[in-house]
């Protein structure tokens, strides 16, 4: 019954997800762009197409996108990569991002991406997809929920940005040469 009537929801407007192609890198980014506005982040988004073209059709993807689109209209989308699991010992799928324009929201559109991105995994044998969200982003929580996803209370997120990943990275060089210096 739920999906008839998402069906129906759907119909009137030729709804469509698919993979995304190169010559959709202005329509990623702006969508890119859309999403941090949505998230009060509009300045955070330093990313250029041609950078987005290295990333995403490379010969090895750093990640994959789903656009969709009401008739000729992008109003979505889902970036996603693989992950690995080693306590299962099979890939898992991260959702970076899921973004549905927010007046084309309530029409199963989400939903609809994270069912395309369910097959994806279980035709890749994925072992679990996984994703975050940002804790103020009520609206999106109760959405998850009501699609079977658990919250996991017990994680916590850390990140290193570029600043901390160059540190990280030279402090084992200067570790090295520490080590030279008093061994010598």
């Not at 995304?20 to 250029?48: C, F, G, K, S």
């Not at 979505?76 to 990569?81: E, K, L, P, S």
């Not at 609206?139 to 901390?164: C, H, N, Q, S």
Request: a negative charge; glycine letters at 6%.
């Amino acid at each position: 019954m739920a999906e008839r009537l998402e069906a129906e929801m759907m119909e009137p407007q030729q709804f469509e997800i698919r993979p995304a192609r190169v010559e959709d890198v202005p329509v990623i980014l702006q969508l890119i762009r859309d999403l941090a506005t949505y998230e009060r982040a509009p300045n955070d988004v330093t990313t250029t197409e041609e950078q987005l073209i290295d990333v995403l059709f490379a010969e090895r993807p750093a990640a994959e996108v789903l656009l969709a689109f009401e008739g000729e209209s992008p109003i979505g989308f889902a970036v996603y990569f693989y992950n690995f699991s080693t306590w299962l010992g099979r890939p898992g799928l991260y959702l970076e991002d899921l973004f549905v324009k927010p007046e084309k929201r309530g029409k199963g559109y989400g939903r609809a991406l994270l069912v395309e991105l369910a097959k994806i995994a279980r035709d890749q044998r994925c072992g679990r997809m996984e994703w975050a969200v940002l804790d103020w982003n009520e609206p999106a929580i109760k959405f998850y929920r009501a699609l079977g996803a658990k919250r996991m209370d017990e994680w916590t997120v850390f990140r290193l940005t570029r600043d901390g990943i160059a540190n990280l990275a030279d402090s084992a060089d200067t570790a090295a040469t520490t080590e030279r210096v008093e061994h010598d």
